[in-house]
């Protein structure tokens, strides 16, 4: 059983940070290092969409264009765990955050259907 666990999220003010943090279990899940992971968000009322992506060295990153140059994902092999740091945060970037596992290599895959295990997802609101 794939596990994947988001933590860190809350309420905080517009121009606040967040840190989510990401961790991954599993005795099937082999080895996290080999995986390019994510990062989705979903409103209510709305689509989930992409965030922000890691390759499994983390040397190669992808964020969508709403988040670019706020946000920053970032991973820790050793610790199986990976990262979203959200600074100036907007009201509009209230949802529920999820972390997922690539099916595919390229930190350019956005659709939800290229990712196969899910965590539970963390709260963020941010409030005006």
């Known amino acids: 059983q794939v596990q994947l666990v988001e933590s860190g999220g809350g309420l905080v003010q517009a121009g606040g940070s967040l840190r989510l943090s990401c961790a991954a279990s599993?005795?099937?899940?082999?080895?996290?290092?080999?995986?390019?992971m994510g990062w989705f968000r979903q409103a209510p009322g709305k689509e989930r969409e992409f965030v922000a992506a890691?390759?499994?060295?983390?040397?190669?990153?992808h964020h969508a264009d709403s988040v670019k140059g706020r946000f920053t994902v970032s991973r820790d092999n050793a610790k199986n765990t990976m990262y979203l740091q959200m600074n100036s945060l907007k009201p509009e970037d209230t949802a529920v955050y999820y972390c997922?596992?690539?099916?595919?290599?390229?930190?350019?895959?956005?659709?939800?259907?290229?990712?196969?295990?899910w965590g539970q997802g963390t709260q963020v609101t941010v409030s005006s």
């Open positions: 997922a596992r690539s099916k595919k290599g390229a930190v350019t895959r956005v659709s939800p259907d290229d990712y196969d295990y």
């Open positions: 599993s005795r099937t899940f082999t080895i996290f290092s080999l995986y390019t």
């Open positions: 890691i390759n499994s060295r983390g040397d190669d990153t």
